[in-house]
């Protein structure tokens, strides 16, 4: 390895405690999501230390979002270091959290660092990975190494619900686009010694089974809407359920169990609130709604007419009962190509910090790769970053010191050979 790359990792070691400060103060802002806490605290917090480094720095409102209001205002920001005529590498990190749920044995929000370990709710999803994004540009300018290229970094919104005012606001005004950006990566929990290549798709539907409400008493005069949903809940049981436990993707999707397609349902409402005031009612509703992963290999329209295709079979089997379908959410499949150079780069790097070969694996859930690939129609995306993907959203969430300081060794190397690339 050349001394410049020698003196990068070198001042990633010296500011080991740099880094982890970072990080801690990043956990200290609660950006919790729902309903959006925050965010502009943190995002000013990355902005304002950006620009101290010598970065460009802009904050990126979410305008005309309706997430994006005077509460709880979406504000994502994007720093800017140019160098050489060479490559636009963009470091991606989401800063909102999920709520912290119960079951802690320390504050979630007091960054508390331990054993090793920075703790506390984003500590792992992905608050060290924006520290790593950002300590890498600074390693590269602290060794005195001219930057080939331009390196950004984004702090963004919302990616734990869907990231439309984050990755995807920037990916729709052109701030993270096929010709201007080169190279994506997102720094997200996927293990220190793996590169994830995309996602499985979702279709999020909701079906409604329509019953004919008559008096409880005499149940053969309606149409109960709950008995219908319960066929469907069956057909998904018994016939859907072991299809899909049959396909299995050629995507090295992670656990194992996510390899095949599947479904779950989410949530289910019908008749009258059980908490209420109880009437002799035939149920004449119920709700349901269900979360289908699906896989490349399947494609969206035909998991959806499958969908369609049980209803329908369903229908014929609950007289008076009739369903409908509405499409809540579709994301498609995302999968970065095997020879890009964002993998090599990512592959030669981790190979030389950890002295070990990377495992490509795939993500169980979707993250905001699916921007960056669909909206910014940018393939060269993957994910990298600190933190084990299993304690991402658990109590006492944490993420290894040592990890964040392998990861920022690891997108320092990779940014500087993207740039030549
Ligand atoms: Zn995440």
């Known amino acids: 390895m050349s001394p410049q790359r020698e003196r990068v990792l ?40 950006m620009k101290l480094r010598g970065f460009e720095v802009e904050y990126v409102e979410a305008q005309g979002r309706a997430e994006h209001t005077p509460r709880h205002p979406r504000v994502n920001v994007v720093g800017r270091r ?18 912290a749920g119960r079951g802690w044995t320390v504050d979630p929000f007091a960054g508390v660092v331990r054993d090793g370990r920075i703790i506390g709710r984003g500590a792992c999803d992905m608050k060290a990975g924006l520290a790593a994004a950002l300590f890498a540009a600074e390693a590269i300018q602290r060794a ?29 005004t052109g701030r993270i686009a096929r010709g201007r950006t080169d190279f994506v990566i997102i720094p997200e ?27 409880g ?18 057909a998904v049981e018994t016939e859907l359920a072991p299809a899909l436990l049959e396909r299995l993707t050629a995507v090295p999707v992670v656990p194992d169990g996510a390899r095949h397609a599947t479904i779950n349902i989410n949530g289910i409402e019908g008749g009258q609130p059980v908490d209420g005031i109880q009437t002799p009612c035939i149920a004449d509703w119920c709700r349901a709604v269900f979360d289908r992963r699906f896989l490349i290999e399947e494609g969206f329209d035909a998991t959806k007419a499958e969908i369609e295709a049980l209803v329908r079979r369903t229908a014929a089997l609950a007289p008076g009962v009739e369903f409908d379908v509405r499409d809540l959410m579709v994301v498609h499949p995302t999968r970065t190509p095997d020879d890009s150079p964002v993998i090599a780069a990512l592959d030669g790097a981790i190979r030389r910090v950890l002295g070990r070969a990377p495992a490509i694996v795939a993500s169980p859930g979707t993250y905001d790769q699916k921007h960056v690939a669909r909206i910014a129609e940018l393939p060269h995306c993957v994910a990298y970053g600190p933190g084990v993907l299993d304690v991402a959203h658990q109590p006492d969430e944490w993420c290894a010191i040592e990890d964040l300081i392998h ?13 030549d690339a």
């Open 10 to 49: 070198a001042e990633v070691d010296r500011a080991a405690d740099e880094i982890v400060q970072y990080a801690v103060d990043l956990v200290r802002i609660p950006t919790v999501n729902p309903p959006g806490e925050a965010y502009e605290d943190c995002a000013r917090f990355m902005g304002e230390d």
């Open 82 to 99: 140019r160098g050489g005529a060479g490559r636009v590498v963009h470091l991606n990190g989401h800063f909102d959290v999920v709520p």
């Open 144 to 172: 005195g190494v001219r930057l080939p290229g331009t390196i950004e970094i984004s702090g963004t919104v919302d990616e734990e619900s869907g990231g439309f005012a984050g990755v995807a606001y920037l990916a729709e």
């Open 189 to 215: 929990p996927l293990n220190v010694d793996r590169i994830c290549v995309g996602h499985r798709g979702v279709y999020w539907f909701e079906v409604t089974a329509h019953g004919r409400i008559g008096h």
């Open 217 to 234: 008493s005499m149940p053969f005069l309606g149409a109960n809407a709950i008995e219908g949903m319960g066929r469907l809940l069956h």
């Open 407 to 419: 990861a920022t060794k690891v997108l320092a190397l990779a940014t500087l050979q993207l740039m």
